[in-house]
């Protein structure tokens, strides 16, 4: 059995249906507390913190998103993990796909939610900057933008509590990692391959999103061959944060049924 090298934690029964939980940019899989008591009574959710966030690693020589795949499958080889469901948000999302693109046989379900498969020169642009900022200034001067991308004004005015428990989060992601999740994402470029993923896929919109438009989901959606979009009303970005019930519940029906 091989060892990984990613932190991870598992919850849930023996035996049940294994669900891999991956979390965006600049957090770690603590931002999944809030789906985990109702999803891991019935699933065996595995958390994963990415490279070079939370508690795992930098990784300098893990500057691909099917590098950071071949991570998560390596957590899944040392618990013996033959296949398992994916749920990614954002940057999350991106890996789930390089994940199914390389290793379909051992996907049962994918969930993309907030996440995109292409990023296109502009916005490539745009994360040079912010990488830029973030050597200039360092990670703590990244967490009002971040947040401002995430959030919708009238819910980060009603949780300011919650912001800060993120805004933690993103403050203490080291500046390597972040560095090369960025490198990452700016390669992004799965578009014109989804429709070799032929695992039921559930892809997760918010509404409000500016950061993955709803566009975007459709887009996805419109590509995978076992998709169902679901679009979360007056959601931004981190949809499982700012209305968890309902993104408890949208998953894990659709976990439910593919599983």
């Known amino acids: ?38 999803w891991s009574s019935r699933f065996q959710v595995v958390c994963v913190d990415l490279p070079g966030h939370g508690r795992s690693p930098v990784l300098p020589e893990v500057t691909t998103l099917h590098e950071y795949a071949a991570e998560v499958r390596q957590v899944l080889d040392s618990l013996g993990v033959d296949q398992a469901a994916l749920v990614g948000l954002s940057l999350g999302g991106m890996v789930a796909q390089a994940f199914a693109l390389a290793w379909p046989e051992r996907t049962r379900a994918l969930v993309l939610a907030h996440t995109s498969a292409r990023t296109e020169p502009a916005v490539r642009d745009l994360w040079a900057s912010r ?3 973030a050597n200039d200034e360092g990670m703590a001067a990244q967490v009002p933008s971040i947040l401002g991308r995430w959030f919708p004004p009238a819910f980060s005015a009603s949780a300011p509590m919650t912001l800060q428990w993120v805004a933690a989060q993103i403050a203490s992601t080291p500046l390597a990692g972040y560095a090369a999740a960025i490198g990452a994402i700016q390669r992004l470029d799965h578009l014109d391959r989804l429709h070799r993923i032929t ?61």
């Open 199 to 259: 695992a039921p896929t559930l892809v997760v919109a918010g509404e409000l999103d500016a950061a993955a438009p709803p566009s975007l989901a459709r887009l996805m959606a419109e590509r995978l061959p076992a998709a169902t979009l679901a679009t979360l009303p007056e959601t931004g970005h981190i949809g499982n944060v700012q209305c968890p019930l309902a993104f408890t519940e949208t998953v894990g029906a659709f976990l439910s049924q593919s599983l």
């Open 131 to 133: 990488l830029q900022q």
């Open 1 to 38: 059995m091989s060892t990984a090298r990613l932190f991870h934690s598992v919850h849930g029964p023996d035996g049940a249906p294994v669900v891999v939980l991956l979390h965006p940019l600049a957090t770690h899989s603590a931002l999944w507390r809030p789906q985990l008591p109702a």
